[in-house]
């Protein structure tokens, strides 16, 4: 299925390992608004495949939504003869099959649906991690277009379809204002946080193998820096985004890092005893292009902080000479992208304060969604499903990008022991001199 649908009719969406939890708290209730909104109709139907016996009255159970969107939900045990099942329930130009399996049975999965017989106007849905590393992230791909062509499968990045996030190629491309200083001759860097307050909570396993670089920074993070440093595409089409995106991280380089554990962190249920998995990370890399080259671009991520949070802010240089404050004291001017809680856009410009004299201070302009739009922000999810019903890869990461990212990233992935913080608290910087203060945005939104 390559060519992009206007409508979405007639479509087959399969989840496979339907009885789980990502089935039940984000894929059914974002089907259901889809189905509430008008975006799915009755040609199309939802089948749910896993492991467990169920009924069809049994998993319309395990769903919320209207009566008329649970009698388009059915149930069929394993995979074998799913592609008889489907035809049984009707006439489908597109068949979706969600992937909501662990990541290791993703290339096992997908030659099972082709020994089924259901490659043909099949789009399959991956979600992260896509490997472990450069080797593996080759490997999974590699099997996975032995039973499909690449533009069948789309791999989700659920960071990408955030508003907030949408919304950095609108900012960037759609005002004029910006355009001219976008390049390290005006901004001295580009500084990303994304803090959580949640520990590792029931994930060990799978925590304590990847870290927080695989789990945070090689897919969304470095899916951010590529919005925010990409060229101007010369289309919005899926493949000049990602083409874009892929000249950035070809010139990407990792200088260097710093990694933390959570103190207590080792003692977590399923956590190896001795284990030297980063839980917090700060990062400085480079990107060595025209635009940018020589400017550095600071990361701080973690688990168990103080709050939950993700920013993007590009500081300005100083000026080279300011005329108006007696002691140098003015912060340069920011950009602050508020991705959530709260989305928001901020600059923050020096003005004068009233009164006689002639100080300046630092003060803002903000945007916050909240305020600007009635409209709820709408989950992650809603948006991707409805995308890859249409076909529209634009917001789905490509084999090139991934495996991009971790090569990239290679060096990170050394053992070494990382320092410890205590829960709730933020490492000082060890990278970045000048950090953004963050937290005084917090609130603004
Ligand atoms: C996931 C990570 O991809 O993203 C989790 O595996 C992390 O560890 C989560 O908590 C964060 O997503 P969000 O949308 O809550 O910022």
New binding site residues.
């Given amino acids: 299925m390559k060519a992009r649908r206007e409508s979405t009719a007639h479509t087959a969406i399969v989840i496979l390992g339907a009885s789980g939890d990502l089935a039940k708290r984000k894929l059914l209730p974002a089907l259901a608004a889809l189905y509430t909104r008008g975006e799915l109709d009755d040609s199309s139907i939802v089948l749910g495949s896993g492991r467990s016996a169920f009924t069809d009255e049994e998993f319309r159970t395990r769903a919320e939504g209207s009566s008329e969107f649970l009698s388009r939900l059915y149930y069929h045990q394993g995979i074998i003869g799913l592609k008889n099942r489907v035809k049984s329930l009707g006439s489908f130009k597109h068949i979706i099959v969600f992937f909501a399996i662990p990541p290791h049975a993703y290339a096992n999965t997908a030659k099972k649906l082709a020994d089924e017989g259901l490659t043909n106007d099949t789009t399959i849905i991956i979600e992260?991690p896509f490997g472990y590393d450069f080797d593996s992230a080759k490997g999974l791909n590699q099997k996975l277009t032995e039973h499909f062509q690449e533009e069948q499968v789309y791999r989700i990045d659920?960071?990408l379809a955030?508003e907030a996030v949408q919304n950095i190629l609108v900012f960037r491309f759609a005002n004029a204002l910006f355009y001219p200083v976008w390049n390290s001759r005006y901004i001295e860097s580009i500084q990303i946080n994304?803090f959580?307050q949640?520990g590792i909570e029931e994930?060990a396993q799978y925590?304590d193998r990847a870290g927080i670089i695989r789990?945070?920074v090689q897919?969304?993070l470095v899916q951010l820096l590529c919005l925010i440093a990409m060229e101007p595409p010369v289309n919005l089409g899926a493949e000049e985004i990602r083409s874009q995106k892929i000249n950035v991280l070809k010139t990407l380089r990792l200088d260097s890092i710093c990694k933390y554990q959570y103190e207590g962190y080792t003692q977590e249920k399923g956590v190896a005893i001795d284990s030297k998995t980063e839980t917090y990370a700060e990062m400085k890399l480079f990107i060595d292009n025209f635009r940018w080259s020589g400017m550095p671009i600071y990361i701080r991520v973690g688990?168990a902080l103080n709050r939950k949070g993700?920013e993007i802010g590009l500081r300005f240089k100083r000026l080279p000479k300011l005329l108006f404050n007696k002691s140098d004291q003015v912060e340069p001017n920011r950009i602050i992208f508020k991705i959530?809680p709260a989305e928001g856009i901020i600059v923050d410009i020096a003005s004068k304060i009233p009164g006689l004299d002639f100080d300046i201070t630092n003060t803002s302009m903000n945007f916050c969604y909240r305020d600007s739009f009635s409209e709820k922000v709408s989950d992650?999810y809603l948006k991707l499903l409805l995308d890859a019903l249409k076909c529209d890869r634009t917001l789905f990461v490509s084999a090139e990008e991934t495996e991009l990212s971790w090569k990239k990233l290679a060096s990170a992935f050394t053992e070494e022991v990382p320092k410890l913080y205590s829960p709730g608290t933020v490492p000082k910087p060890c990278l970045c001199a000048d950090w953004i203060n963050f937290e005084k945005y917090v609130n603004v939104c």
């Fill in positions: 992260k659920h960071y955030k994304a959580e949640i994930r925590f789990d945070m897919n969304h688990k993700t959530q992650a």
